[in-house]
T-cell receptor, first 112, second 118 residues
Framework: QKEVEQDPGPLSVPEGAIVSLNCTYS??????FMWYRQYSRKGPELLMY????GNKEDGRFTAQVDKSSKYISLFIRDSQPSDSATYLC????????????FGQGTTLQVKP | ETGVTQSPTHLIKTRGQQVTLRCSSQ?????VSWYQQALGQGPQFIFQ???????GRGNFPPRFSGLQFPNYSSELNVNALELDDSALYLC?????????????????FGAGSRLTVL
């Protein structure tokens, strides 16, 4: 069983829809939770990060962490075609490490 | 502010050969991590370099090795290439002080080097 599970999709939604992306994990030592966006032929780009449980909002993006359920989510409001990409969840147990554990990534397509 | 740059962008090797991939870290960053991303998968941590020494390693065999230089740039070397080594190799750098608000170690990734092993 993988430490981090993420549905690879693909997920296809119409422009303007609310998108929900999710990951589950098994390691209770994880404290830092991140969402990266990766466009085709590009490296991952950090979108959001959250420490421990709670919510964090940045523009159209909201990240939620529920440590009791070992479940994290990313919500995208008013989705745009430019949001079409692969979304990767990542997590770590320490702030002082370059070692992140990634999910498989969910491919999102937002249709005009 | 320049980001993380990697070279070469693409390369093709045959089984058994050796390859060296290069990475220049973002200005102000002193830690470099390397990841392997197979097609359709998330990145997998190979190792991290800090102060020119390996500082943490994932589940990769010793034929994966690296270097970090005084200017914080880095190399990833892979010996005795196997077909399964075909992947996108990502370099990520991070600052010494972490994120200003959370202290989290925020990684900045390069665009990667795509290796094909035939």
């Amino acid at each position: 069983q993988k430490e981090v599970e993420q549905d690879p999709g693909p997920l296809s939604v119409p422009e303007g829809a609310i998108v929900s992306l999710n990951c589950t994990y098994s390691n209770s030592a994880f404290q830092y939770f991140m969402w990266y966006r990766q466009y085709s032929r590009k490296g991952p780009e950090l979108l959001m990060y959250t420490y421990s449980s709670g919510n964090k909002e940045d523009g159209r993006f909201t990240a939620q962490v529920d440590k009791s359920s070992k479940y994290i989510s990313l919500f995208i409001r008013d989705s745009q075609p430019s949001d079409s990409a692969t979304y990767l969840c990542a997590m770590s147990g320490s702030s002082n490490t370059g070692k992140l554990i990634f999910g498989q990534g969910t491919t999102l397509q937002v249709k005009p | 502010e320049t980001g993380v740059t990697q070279s070469p962008t693409h390369l093709i090797k045959t089984r058994g050969q050796q390859v060296t991939l290069r990475c220049s870290s973002q200005s102000g960053h002193n830690t470099v991590s390397w990841y392997q991303q197979a097609l359709g998968q998330g990145p997998q941590f190979i190792f991290q370099y800090y102060r020119e020494e390996e500082n943490g390693r994932g589940n990769f065999p010793p034929r994966f090795s690296g270097l970090q230089f005084p200017n914080y740039s880095s190399e990833l070397n892979v010996n005795a290439l196997e077909l399964d080594d075909s992947a996108l190799y990502l370099c990520a750098s991070s600052p010494p002080w972490g994120d200003s608000s959370s202290g989290a170690n925020v990684l900045t990734f390069g665009a990667g080097s795509r290796l094909t092993v035939l």
